[in-house]
């Protein structure tokens, strides 16, 4: 038999019990887009919490230091000379909250001390206006940066044109000169200031909260930290003992690691909790395969006896197995993925504010391929069965089957 011949009559058994085939394709439906909706969301999470994040960001070095009297603006420079080699660029922040007016309305702020480089750092990205430069930053200018949360919180609307209009802090006037996107928000949003600004003007000190660097293209990330942390608890005089209450040095590359280790643990546990119904599929697979089986002995029997071989027999009904299943594998991907676009849609309008953090799936070729090896496996795993022992039928006491 021909595979043409071998591919007409295989639908032409499966359609002659559309009920019993819908139903059946209906289980591999299911764990495929378990499967599929597990992975495109995965994908999707993922790449929101890492966000843009970049082989420069992958390069990146985060130092926090609570020690007394903590690393002042002069450790900084200091900082900056003995580490000239290892890094691109370093640059220092410090953070607190503070009361800021628009005229209008009040807001309570996280308002962070930064330096220029801070916004290639972290990645902001501006919605309007520039950041801070080097000027502002040299001189303790009065300006600020805002992001689209404070700028809801202070004007209503996070589109609202703010550059050039004034806040008040501590009854002074600041100029807007920017709205910056990215670096995560928190309360009623964050106000970038001059690092110099906040130092001289708010806070009366001149301590660094925290040190960011970019390292250069080539060096060890891991190899830098730990000479940093050695420098750190050797300039600010910080007892080794005591070194990891007040010192912490964070390398995202590290971070990087540990989040793509967590979600694919999170991933496979998903998918295995994903292919149990996989497995219930496959049992109706086999389940339906002996019913017709049951159904077609003297169907079997008058075809063994008009020349069909066993072989013949056993291609036949497996062929049928691996229909239903390449059928319901691809219903299952189409369901699976527009199914996590529509969850995680929902899911990124309920938790964010912003269109351009929405949660949106990811899937690659490699996902699809697997998805759909699965189903060819399922269809010869739980039609063999069926297959063979259709085969083996007594082509004589078939006949007599009634």
Known sequence: MSFKDLLHETFDALLANRGRSLLTVLGIVIGIAAVIAMTAMIGGIKVSMMGDLGLEQARLITANCWSEPGMQLRDVDAFREAFADDFDFITATNSGYGKVSSGAKEADLSMTGVQPNYAQAMQLKLAQGRFINDQ??????????????????????????????????DSQTYSIVGVAVGGGSYGSGTA???????AQRISGTSNVGTVLGIVREGHDVDAVAARMRAWMIETLRIPEDEADNYLWIQTMKAMIEEVNSVMSAFQVLLTSVASISLAVGGIGIMNMMLTNVTERIREIGLRKALGARSRDITRQFLLESVVLCLVGGVIGILVGYFGSYAFLG?????????????????????????ATLICVGIGVLFGWYPARRAAKLDPVESLHYQ
Do not use: C, H, M, R
Request: hydrophobic fraction near 45%.
């Open 346 to 370: 929902l899911a990124g309008g309920l938790f964010f504010s912003s269109g351009d953090t929405a949660l949106k799936p990811v899937i690659d070729l490699s996902s699809v391929l697997t």
């Open 136 to 169: 502002e930053s040299s001189s303790a200018a009065l300006v600020a940066v805002l992001d689209e949360t404070a700028v809801k919180s202070l004007f209503g609307n996070p589109n609202e044109q703010v550059v050039g209009k004034t806040l008040t802090i």
């Open 192 to 198: 970038y200031l001059p690092l110099s600004t906040v």
